[in-house]
């Protein structure tokens, strides 16, 4: 059974940072790119970064200079690192991947609130 579990999210100034996690079971991790989605309420779900299984990344530009994601597959776990957080970026934090990038996990919620 593939499993995907985010952690790492919560409430933060404008400005802070968060390191989000996703831990990845029942499936070879370091085959598959990953990747993080968000979706903030009453819009549909995007896609913020992904990271492929040799390491290329790819970030949004709405993100970009301000989110990194990396991996670490000694530890089946892909990271999102936040930083310069604004209000615009409270969401709801999914990662994704796998097989026909199928799986998903249950999300951690990001709140950037004074």
């Known amino acids: 059974q593939v499993q995907l579990v985010e952690s790492g999210g919560g409430l933060v100034q404008p400005g802070g940072s968060l390191m989000l996690s996703c831990e990845v079971s029942?499936?070879?991790?370091?085959?598959?790119?990953w990747s993080w989605y968000r979706q903030a309420p009453g819009k549909e779900r995007e896609l913020v970064a992904h990271i492929s299984s040799v390491g290329t990344t790819y970030v949004a530009d709405s993100v970009k200079g301000r989110f990194f994601i990396s991996r670490v597959n000694a530890r089946s776990t892909i990271y999102l690192h936040l930083n310069s957080l604004n209000p615009e970026d409270t969401a709801d934090y999914y990662c994704n991947g796998g097989t026909s990038n199928s799986y998903w996990g249950q999300g951690t919620q990001v709140i950037v609130s004074a």
């Open positions: 029942g499936i070879s991790f370091s085959t598959y790119g």
